[in-house]
């Protein structure tokens, strides 16, 4: 786990900002997360999200965060948050842009 999180460390975009995904992170809805994405950006520009392998992120850069997000109170695998995240964060984006693919 210390090693995944060194080469994570190195690829993170200096003074980004921190989400990692948690199973017991802040639960957001697409909107909050569409707000936030746009708070964040104007904030720090960069906004790295973190996905765990199958044992977890390590606590020392769960630690470092700037936020804890879940996608779901279900244990997912890492493949499928991938998926998932790429999915919510291009939904909060159409937000942000008043694009019709989010419809509530």
Request: aromatic letters at 4%.
């Amino acid at each position: 786990m210390q090693l995944e999180a060194a080469r994570i460390e190195a690829a993170l975009p200096k003074g980004c900002r921190i989400v990692a995904l948690d199973e017991r992170g802040k639960d957001l809805t697409t909107a909050a997360l569409a707000d936030a994405l746009t708070g964040w950006q104007r904030e720090s520009g960069d906004v790295a999200f973190i996905i765990g392998g199958a044992d977890g992120l390590d606590p020392a850069l769960k630690a470092r965060a700037h936020m804890l997000m879940r996608l779901s109170s279900l244990t997912l695998p890492h493949g499928m948050v991938r998926v998932l995240l790429a999915e919510q964060l291009y939904r909060a984006w159409s937000i942000t842009q008043n694009h019709p693919y989010h419809r509530v």
